[in-house]
């Protein structure tokens, strides 16, 4: 029997279950994505606990599977036109000792994946803070088209291209649209959450070592969609406090009008272009000065019950030629 992982300690008890997992499924997936870029290489307690709920509920699917694949083709050679040895009954229509596996064994299957599933759905609840011993980091994060931008409220700085957080402290999320509705997620750290514009949506996640993981957004949102993808940088303390004084020092303020360049369809290598310098990493610009009331004032351009115009809305094609044309 597979051990759950515990959220609060998941290395031990993770580290046990996972390897149960057959080892020939994983190298059958190994090929799929980089070390740290998938969430078949779980680097988080988060994604642990997911890879697990995976494999748990395949492996309980299989108890109906297996017997079907392993069943039909027998069936299909025992009873093959040449062989004469089978026994032919055409009359036969009933068998107690096959009717009530077929039904019970599936309905006791429903059962326990309708608890168990009950019970994850709640235990990684994407609301749910982790615990820590360290407070988490606040990070607000809007979706545009095609970036993520990346605001932290404590420090009055932003980023685009580029998340960056310290290893031993959880990341407590805040996420909106100010586009189209797009779908946020770090694969190897697990999670995934919808962002929308008007709405607020949360998403905690941590990681267990430090390393660079690949975060993307999975809702199709026009040309630019393959490149919206970002660097989640888990570093040590000591490495986050050095990048935070070089986003500081080297970003451009973050006001409406260098918003309303970053709200133009680009990509991160375009807005870099536009708005980066050569202290800045290729394809990732920093901001600084950013305002504390920054993200909510995004969120509630939709909150006062009156459609935003085109020519204001980030994404739309006026508001594109608009900025385009300054």
């Not at 993520?148 to 960056?164: C, K, N, S």
């Not at 990341?171 to 607020?200: E, H, K, R």
């Not at 409406?256 to 272009?273: K, N, P």
Request: glycine letters at 8%.
């Amino acid at each position: 029997m597979l051990e759950k992982p515990s959220l609060d300690n998941p290395s031990a008890t993770a580290s046990r279950s996972l390897r149960l997992i057959p080892l020939a499924s994983s190298l059958l997936l190994s090929g799929c994505a980089g070390a740290g870029q998938s969430f078949m290489t779980p680097e988080g307690p988060i994604s642990i606990s997911q890879y697990y709920h995976l494999w748990f509920v395949t492996l309980v699917t299989l108890i109906v599977v297996l017997p079907v694949l392993i069943g039909v083709p027998l069936l299909a050679w025992r009873y093959r036109y040449g062989n004469k040895q089978a026994r032919y009954a055409p009359n036969w229509d009933f068998s107690a000792a096959l009717e009530w596996p077929m039904w019970l064994v599936p309905c006791a299957i429903v059962v326990v994946l309708s608890v168990y599933l009950w019970a994850d759905s709640h235990r990684l609840d994407p609301y749910r803070p982790l615990a820590s011993a360290r407070p988490p980091l606040e990070v607000q994060v809007v979706g545009l088209d095609w970036k993520w931008l990346f605001i932290y409220p404590q420090y009055h700085v932003a980023t685009v291209g580029e998340m960056a957080f310290p290893q031993d402290r959880p990341v407590s999320m805040t996420l909106t649209s100010d586009t189209v509705m797009q779908s946020f997620m770090i694969p190897a750290l697990g999670g995934q959450i919808y962002t929308m514009p008007g709405m607020v949506t949360r998403l905690n996640l941590k990681a267990d070592r430090t390393g660079s993981f690949d975060g993307m957004n999975t809702q199709y949102n026009g040309n630019g969609f393959h490149s919206q993808h970002f660097e989640a940088i888990a570093m040590t303390s000591q490495g986050f406090d050095s990048w935070l004084r070089s986003v500081q020092e080297n970003g451009i303020a973050l006001n409406q009008t260098s918003y309303r360049i970053l709200g133009r369809s680009s990509t991160e290598d375009q807005v870099h272009a536009a708005l980066g310098n050569e202290a800045m990493p290729a394809g990732v610009t920093f901001f600084n000065s950013v305002a504390p009331d920054f993200f909510m004032g995004i969120v509630m351009r939709y909150d006062d019950g009156k459609p935003v115009p085109p020519s204001d809305q980030p994404g739309s094609a006026a508001y594109n030629r608009q900025v385009a044309s300054k």
